[in-house]
């Protein structure tokens, strides 16, 4: 099932919706695509363009969760050719701390596996 986060970016001012992708879930444009791997997904929208492209705003980007998560604690350029899609540190601490809520070792055993798996 989609999990949500919306944010308000601190230094821009500018909304974002947040999105999480687990297998099974569906994605990509009019939700045509299912996620058949087993390593969760997020998505970035740009939540200042709803009126075109639907609740969420613009597709910006996609990573792994554990591609976040890993990351050092600073901002995130999500799209170097659009100076407006990146987000702050601030921001991105709300991200990665909502992104650590749902994926800790304790309420997602097949994350767990999975980094036991290549480790």
């Not at 986060?5 to 099974?24: R, Y």
């Not at 609740?55 to 976040?68: A, K, P």
């Not at 990146?86 to 997602?108: A, C, T, W």
Request: proline letters at 3%; one cysteine or more; glycine letters at 10%.
């Amino acid at each position: 099932m989609n999990k949500y986060l919306q944010i308000i970016d601190n230094e821009t001012n500018q909304p974002w919706n947040v999105k999480i992708i687990e297998s099974g879930d569906s994605y990509g444009l009019d939700n045509c695509l299912t996620h058949d791997g087993v390593e969760p997904l997020v998505e970035f929208y740009d939540g200042r363009y709803i009126e075109n492209f639907g609740i969420l705003g613009q597709f910006v980007s996609r990573y792994y969760v554990e591609t976040i998560l890993e990351g050092n604690n600073t901002g995130l350029n999500l799209h170097g050719g659009v100076e407006s899609w990146s987000i702050g540190y601030e921001g991105m601490k709300e991200v990665r701390d909502f992104l650590r809520h749902e994926y800790n070792q304790f309420n997602n055993p097949e994350l767990r596996r999975l980094r036991e798996l290549n480790a």
